[in-house]
């Protein structure tokens, strides 16, 4: 499983192309030649950018959903919709195809921020918003969702 550190900031060219800094692809050096999959974000308006055998990972839980179940059938085409596999050009560069582009608001100026295995594309004033919603009750939720949880009785001093 890779683990995919940094937050880059870059710019987009008039056909939607970005360079992928030295300092990630230095980190993705052993998948760059695999390819990736990009997709929209479930949660954000923003991109996934996932390396091909982080997405192979994904794809095996997709698969052992049961089709025949409305809601698990209607999960997976929203989730597969949209989806391209790009592959970095001779320069360098990532081609985010116009559909996906449109959908994340993106504009010249883009974010490319690690989320452990894959990379989230953002247009870079909307990430910045999003950071700073979240940073507002980051504590709080840092703790419900890191934070042990104690029963009473451990809590008892005798």
């Known amino acids: 499983m890779l683990n ?7 710019k987009a060219d008039i056909k939607g192309r970005i360079m992928l ?9 052993q998948v760059l030649s695999d390819g990736f999959v990009i997709k929209r974000s479930v949660f954000n308006k923003c991109l996934e950018i996932h390396p091909i055998s982080e997405w192979n990972l994904v794809i095996e839980k997709v698969n052992k959903l049961n089709r025949f179940v409305k809601k698990n059938n209607d999960f ?7 989806l391209k596999i790009v592959e970095l050009d001779s320069s360098g560069r990532l081609l985010i195809p ?5 959908f994340a608001q993106l504009t010249k100026k883009i ?3 690690s989320s452990v295995n894959i990379i989230e594309v953002w247009d870079k004033d909307n990430y910045e918003s999003s950071v700073a919603r979240t940073l507002e009750s980051f504590g709080d939720l840092a703790e419900e969702v890191m934070g042990e ?3 009473e009785s451990n809590n008892d001093v005798s």
Do not use: H, N, W
């Open 111 to 113: 974010v490319l921020s």
């Open 4 to 10: 995919i550190i940094g937050t880059y900031e870059c």
């Open 149 to 151: 949880k104690k029963s």
């Open 76 to 82: 997976i085409r929203s989730y597969m919709s949209g």
């Open 98 to 102: 116009k559909d996906l582009f449109v």
């Open 21 to 29: 800094p030295s300092a990630l692809k230095k980190q993705l050096s």
